[in-house]
């Protein structure tokens, strides 16, 4: 039972995307448990009403920088627009910034949690608080110094899907792609990571990072991650492995569903590509044999999703923890907390990325353990989808890896370590 207390502590995720928004409302739940201080969110984007039905009270703030970067991920913004897209996050960063600012001190929060919002711990920062951040291995720019997987240049990389002629590079062996590109380009990725926040942090006075370690330096770290699936070495003692923090919407299955399994789950996360539940759907259409759920989130609705096949239903949303353990197989976006899902209770995935981090941090991962298979982005079609999932079902390896990597996840421990982490803090001060 939560003791009084005349604390405060203010949440501040980036609402525009469900898995970070979700991670945040499971620690605060499990943390209002344990503690009987105030706490409160702050945010803007379209999962913030996820909050707001929660009970827990919610600032609204300056919009995302969400939009303006994942349309230069996928490669809407032309590779030529870096300045002026430069310029355009700066300004925005700033009016964030400004408003965060005077939130806490208006607030005065005892401490700030961040989840996928960066501009969070800079406000910290000025504002002289102690900051947690909520992250993952694949998310957090300071974590990569010390990642013991190799580093790759993905196809969902902007320079692929900008210029699809340079994909063969991808298939070149390791040492090639390091010496054509590889090297070069993150290198230029670190550097105006780290130039873009020097410009920010200097014009708000604080010191300027020396490199990607520096990102996470004034803040404590919280990892929501399983240590087997994403190898790290020698991670100084301000990171917390707590284990996956993974929200599914306090939902009932659906009746037709509760009686049934062996299904194929088919979600793409809040961050998928509409088209491909089309490509799906009609590779289905020739696979009766198989029963497919579609999960459609806000991605497309179900009007434009339109007629569908005897064997396919779909819902905007389900609990992914039930569905998983009635499914034969998910595929995904490679979106972490699906993966998770499905890996802890051994179901095989079919991974199609549509950002970097889940092809790399994501997908990649699952196929190194031999529990499922990717697709890309521009390898989608009927027959392709066909192929894989008749490779996945008829051959035990997948199967096999899926089940015993379930033997090492645990879906209930995140939260109550990660609550336990905060309450330490919060009566440590700054440690």
């Not at 600012?101 to 000025?126: H, N, Q």
């Not at 380009?185 to 130039?195: E, G």
């Not at 990892?223 to 190898?231: C, E, Q, S, Y």
Request: charged share 25%.
């Amino acid at each position: 039972m939560a003791i009084a207390d005349d604390r405060r502590v203010m949440f501040m995720p980036e609402c525009e995307v469900l898995a970070h928004t979700g991670r945040s409302l499971i620690v605060a739940g499990s943390l209002s448990e344990r503690f009987g201080g105030s706490i409160s969110f702050a945010g803007s984007g379209r999962y913030s009403k996820l909050i707001r039905e929660t009970g827990f009270e919610f600032c609204r703030t300056k919009g995302s920088f969400r939009t303006i970067a994942t349309e230069f991920f996928t490669g809407r913004r032309p590779l030529y627009k870096i300045p002026s897209l430069f310029r355009e996050l700066l300004s925005l960063y700033r009016e964030i910034v400004l408003e965060e600012v005077d939130l806490l001190k208006s607030l005065k929060p005892d401490l700030v949690i961040g989840d996928g919002r960066p501009s969070a711990s800079i406000s910290a920062e000025i504002c002289g608080l102690p900051c947690i951040l909520i992250t993952n291995v694949c998310s957090s720019a300071g974590v990569l110094p010390y990642h013991t997987i190799k580093q790759s240049l993905p196809l969902t990389s902007p320079l692929f899907t900008k210029f699809p002629w340079l994909r063969p590079v991808n298939r070149l062996p390791e040492k090639a792609q390091k010496l054509l590109l590889s090297n070069h380009l993150f290198r230029l990725d670190s550097l105006l990571r780290v130039k873009f926040h020097n410009r920010l942090r200097t014009s708000f006075g604080l010191e300027p990072w020396k490199d990607f370690r520096d990102t996470l330096k004034t803040s404590k770290v919280i990892l929501a991650d399983m240590k087997g699936f994403n190898p790290i070495d020698a991670l100084p003692e301000k990171y917390h492995f707590v284990g996956p923090l993974v929200w599914e919407p306090d939902m009932d299955l659906p009746e037709p569903l509760k009686d049934q399994k062996d299904f194929i789950y088919i979600t793409m996360g809040s961050t998928g590509n509409p088209g491909i539940f089309f490509s799906l759907i009609e590779a289905f259409c020739q696979m009766p044999e198989f029963q497919v759920v579609l999960a459609t989130g806000d991605i497309v609705s179900m009007e434009e999703i339109g007629p569908l096949p005897p064997n396919v239903r779909a819902y905007k949303f389900l609990p992914g923890i039930e569905m998983a353990k009635r499914s034969r197989l998910i595929i995904c976006q490679g979106g972490l907390g699906t993966i998770y899902q499905a890996l802890s209770e051994g179901v095989p995935i079919i991974g199609i990325p549509f950002l970097p981090d889940q092809e790399v941090y994501g997908i990649d991962r699952v196929e190194a353990l031999g529990a499922g298979s990717k697709i890309h982005l521009f390898e989608i079609t009927p027959e392709r989808i066909i192929s894989e999932v008749n490779k996945i079902f008829n051959r035990e390896d997948y199967q096999r890896a899926a089940q015993e990597i379930s033997t090492l996840f645990t879906l209930n421990e995140g939260p109550n370590n990660a609550a336990e982490l905060i309450i330490k803090e919060l009566f440590a001060g700054n440690g």
